[in-house]
Nanobody, 121 residues
Framework: QVQLTEAGGGLVQAGGSVGVTCAIS???????LGWYRQVPGKQREAVAL???????TYSDSVKGRFTMTRDNAKTTVLLQMNSLKPEDSAVYYC????????????????WGQGTQVTVSS
């Protein structure tokens, strides 16, 4: 069974830092990983994406402030967020595209449950 479980986040002051992690399990193969965020009333937006070639791209709004890293086995993904701004407040979601270890062939998209990050001004 595929699981993506986010942890971390919380309330932080503007200019501060916080990290969110994603524990991943249940995959046979992972093709891509990413972090997205969503605020009420808006579409979910990509923040950091790692493609099948292990290249990471960042949205313009977070470039230079956020860093996505992971372990070699792709079981843990970290999004380190620095120099936070109130507009970074959102629910942050971990995403993976891959083939599950059991069951259907895939690849499929999977999402974590999300973790709240609130940046106070």
């Amino acid at each position: 069974q595929v699981q993506l479980t986010e942890a971390g986040g919380g309330l932080v002051q503007a200019g501060g830092s916080v990290g969110v992690t994603c524990a991943i399990s249940g995959f046979n193969t992972i093709y891509s990983l990413g972090w997205y965020r969503q605020v009420p009333g808006k579409q979910r937006e990509a923040v950091a994406l790692e493609d099948s070639g292990n290249k990471i791209t960042y949205s313009d709004s977070v470039k230079g402030r956020f860093t996505m890293t992971r372990d070699n086995a792709k079981t843990t993904v970290l999004l380190q967020m620095n120099s936070l701004k109130p507009e970074d407040s959102a629910v942050y979601y971990c995403h993976a595209n891959g083939v599950p270890r059991t069951g259907s062939r895939g690849p499929f998209n999977f999402w974590g449950q999300g973790t709240q990050v609130t940046v106070s001004s």
